[in-house]
């Protein structure tokens, strides 16, 4: 296992089209983590899971996005409708759980760079 | 929302000098990282401090966690061309060590 994955690594896009990302986490991490980052900013926690449960989303996640992990492994982030606002690198990240790693190291992937035009 | 802040926001030396990054923060945390991100990459961690603990060195890094003022410093000694990046700090609070990253700062280090 190489590390976190993200599939596609860049996506361009129309206003109003719907876009999908993926995360490969690290095959014995059970938490995955997407974070929102925007040029010159640091990191913005959206969403993350344990296993298949969603357990956190935050504000920022409106109505037109949506995450699923549904066997525990990798996970998508659809975005319906997109916005030029939506421009942004989408980063994904894993970690072992907490019992194993207590202090929560995050590994992150190389991210998705999306285009809204 | 973001929790940390990076200051100064960029920064530009010339190698070999060192290179110190500051962060301040507003909760208690039970922990703090620092992750470095070259441009248009994803985040590398770098280091951890725990709470309860003052300093850490790791390599070059040194890093240093005031929890009174609510602040942490990352030092990066003998500084290389190949250290010019992004340094986030992430705070790690509540019982999820769920993480908050800030804004970060911009290392330039001139060969």
């Known amino acids: 296992d190489t590390g976190v994955s993200q599939d596609p690594r860049h996506k361009i896009t129309k206003r109003g089209q719907n876009v999908t990302f993926r995360c490969d986490p690290i095959?014995?991490?059970?938490?995955l983590y997407w974070y929102r980052q925007t040029l010159g900013q640091g990191p913005e926690f959206l969403t993350y899971?344990?296993?298949?449960?969603?357990?956190?989303k935050s504000r920022l996640l409106s109505d037109r996005f949506s995450a699923e992990r549904p066997k525990g492994s990798f996970s998508t982030l659809e975005i319906q409708r997109t916005e030029q606002g939506d421009s942004a690198m989408y980063l994904c990240a894993s970690s072992l759980p907490p019992g194993i790693a207590p202090n929560n190291e995050q590994f992150f992937g190389p991210g998705t760079r999306l285009t809204v035009l | 929302s973001q929790q940390g802040e990076e200051d100064p926001q960029a920064l530009s030396i010339q190698e070999g000098e060192n290179a110190t990054m500051n962060c301040s923060y507003k909760t208690s945390i039970n922990n703090l990282q620092w992750y470095r991100q070259n441009s248009g990459r994803g985040l590398v961690h770098l280091i951890l401090?725990?709470?309860?603990?003052r300093e850490k060195h790791s390599g070059r890094l040194r890093v240093t966690l005031d929890t009174s003022k609510k602040s942490s410093s990352l030092l990066i000694t003998a500084s290389r061309a190949a250290d010019t990046a992004s340094y986030f700090c992430?705070?790690?609070?509540?019982?999820?060590?769920?993480?908050?990253f800030g804004a970060g700062t911009r290392l330039t280090v001139k060969p």
């Open positions: 095959s014995e991490h059970n938490r």
């Open positions: 401090i725990r709470s309860n603990e």
């Open positions: 899971f344990q296993n298949e449960a969603q357990l956190e």
């Open positions: 992430a705070t790690a609070r509540g019982p999820n060590n769920d993480m908050r």
